[in-house]
């Protein structure tokens, strides 16, 4: 299996409303990846978990939670987001440390807040 | 901390010609580089990647050349075809572990038929 799967495919929430992204690979990957792509941009990374652990944040807002509850599993928890924040979510997954550390991404939830 | 910029932002060619993307990175450090693929409202693909240790890398109709000492890069496809249409996006990291992937702007490419 060399396939990252997220859930939902499309998401619309209200700016009070809470809501998840999921993330999930059987890789056996040990490094997992946020990412947020607005139209006609790169992909921007958010935060990276190695070995389950939080290794970077890149200054995301606290509206935005992730989780790594464990090797294959990395949530992103969303509440009171903004209408800027309506982009294309990315999840990411690589090895660690082998030398082979190639990012295989998802297919992404597209989240629209209203 | 890293920066690359791609160029250019949008390629037209003829069906069968070649294409050649350019990117140049900030940081001397930097000893990876792939470069994706993304068709629209598709996930990024990777379609290859070059390590700082090797200077040209090739894969049928896609190669990768690396000048370290200039800090650029480049993706060559030959004998295009229309699905080669999408939007490519070049990369750099340093070796940490895991891939602090910094993308460049991106080029969209169109294949004429």
């Given at each position: 299996?060399?396939?990252?799967?997220?859930?939902?495919?499309?998401?619309?929430?209200?700016?009070?409303?809470?809501?998840?992204?999921?993330?999930?690979?059987?890789?056996?990957?040990?490094?997992?990846?946020?990412?947020?792509?607005?139209?006609?941009?790169p992909?921007?990374l958010?935060?990276?978990?190695?070995?389950?652990?939080?290794?970077?944040?890149?200054?995301?807002?606290?509206?935005?939670?992730?989780?790594?509850?464990?090797?294959?599993?990395?949530?992103?928890?969303?509440?009171?987001?903004?209408?800027?924040?309506?982009?294309?979510?990315?999840?990411?997954?690589?090895?660690?440390?082998?030398?082979?550390?190639?990012?295989?991404?998802?297919?992404?939830?597209?989240?629209?807040?209203? | 901390g890293e920066n690359v910029e791609q160029?250019?932002?949008?390629?037209?060619?003829?069906?069968?010609?070649?294409?050649?993307?350019?990117c140049t990175y900030s940081d001397s450090a930097s000893n990876y580089f792939p470069w994706y693929?993304?068709?629209?409202?598709?996930?990024?693909?990777?379609?290859?990647d070059i390590r700082s240790?090797?200077?040209?890398?090739?894969?049928?109709?896609?190669?990768v050349?690396l000048?370290k000492?200039?800090k650029h890069f480049?993706?060559?496809?030959?004998?295009?075809?229309?699905?080669?249409?999408?939007?490519?996006f070049c990369a750099a990291s340093r070796n940490?572990?895991?891939q602090k992937l910094v993308f460049g702007?991106?080029?969209?490419?169109?294949?004429?038929?």
């Amino acid at each position: 299996d060399t396939e990252v799967t997220q859930t939902p495919k499309h998401l619309v929430m209200g700016m009070t409303n809470k809501k998840s992204l999921k993330c999930e690979q059987h890789m056996g990957h040990r490094a997992m990846y946020w990412y947020k792509q607005k139209a006609k941009k790169p992909p921007e990374l958010m935060f990276v978990y190695s070995y389950e652990k939080l290794s970077i944040n890149e200054s995301v807002p606290s509206r935005f939670s992730p989780e790594c509850p464990n090797s294959s599993l990395l949530n992103l928890h969303l509440h009171a987001l903004q209408p800027e924040d309506s982009a294309l979510y990315l999840c990411a997954s690589s090895q660690l440390g082998t030398g082979q550390e190639t990012q295989y991404f998802g297919p992404g939830t597209r989240l629209l807040v209203l | 901390g890293e920066n690359v910029e791609q160029h250019p932002s949008t390629l037209s060619v003829q069906e069968g010609d070649s294409a050649v993307i350019k990117c140049t990175y900030s940081d001397s450090a930097s000893n990876y580089f792939p470069w994706y693929k993304q068709e629209l409202g598709k996930r990024p693909q990777l379609i290859i990647d070059i390590r700082s240790n090797v200077g040209e890398k090739k894969d049928q109709r896609i190669a990768v050349t690396l000048n370290k000492t200039a800090k650029h890069f480049s993706l060559h496809i030959t004998e295009t075809q229309p699905e080669d249409s999408a939007v490519y996006f070049c990369a750099a990291s340093r070796n940490t572990g895991f891939q602090k992937l910094v993308f460049g702007t991106g080029t969209r490419l169109l294949v004429s038929p």
